[in-house]
């Protein structure tokens, strides 16, 4: 049995979350929309995750993903909150992994907006309330790092194992969450 395993020792420092976000382009055959995940580690282990159904169809790759980093983003504004008001705000900027760089482009520079007008307009949220106020960043991770694939996409057994474990995923013989 599977369980999340939480390193105690990086409790009382500061609050850095791994955080990646993806998403798959027109996968659902029935209605073509694509599938937007995320996952927030924080002490070695998932704090928060979503694997959804997007309400449009996406027109490319880049507004899956772009659509994608928002839902990520819109946790990420949550978690922010949550963590401020337990005594634990974030001192830096959150980054955020995602392995699109044209969807990264869009969450940095206003000038490309003219040619996704047909996004609609509160899928900038990542652009415009993170990443212009300097609360989040959005990086580039290799495809083969992309920890939320595990969310989005058929994966071979090594890379299922891989994803599992940086998700904090651990064999554990009663299974539940431990802190170690």
Not at 24 to 47: K, P, Q, R, V
Not at 80 to 107: M, V, W, Y
Request: glycine fraction near 6%; include cysteine.
């Amino acid at each position: 049995m599977l369980g999340l395993h939480y390193n105690r020792s990086d409790v009382n420092k500061d609050m850095d979350f791994h955080r990646y976000s993806d998403a798959d382009w027109s996968w659902d055959l029935d209605t073509l929309c694509s599938t937007s995940s995320y996952i927030f580690i924080l002490n070695g282990a998932a704090i928060g995750w979503s694997s959804k159904l997007q309400s449009m169809v996406a027109l490319s790759t880049t507004e899956s993903k772009y659509i994608g980093l928002n839902l990520a983003g819109q946790h990420l504004a949550w978690l922010h909150t949550f963590f401020k008001e337990i005594g634990h705000p974030q001192r830096s900027p959150t980054k955020i992994r995602c392995d699109n760089q044209a969807a990264i482009i869009l969450t940095k520079d206003l000038q490309f907006h003219a040619h996704t007008r047909h996004i609609d307009c509160k899928f900038h949220f990542v652009c415009n309330d993170l990443v212009a106020t300097g609360k989040a960043t959005v990086h580039y991770v290799c495809m083969h790092d992309q920890v939320a694939d595990i969310f989005t996409k058929a994966l071979s057994s090594d890379k299922h194992r891989k994803f599992a474990r940086a998700m904090g995923l651990h064999l554990c013989s009663s299974g539940g969450v431990k802190s170690g």
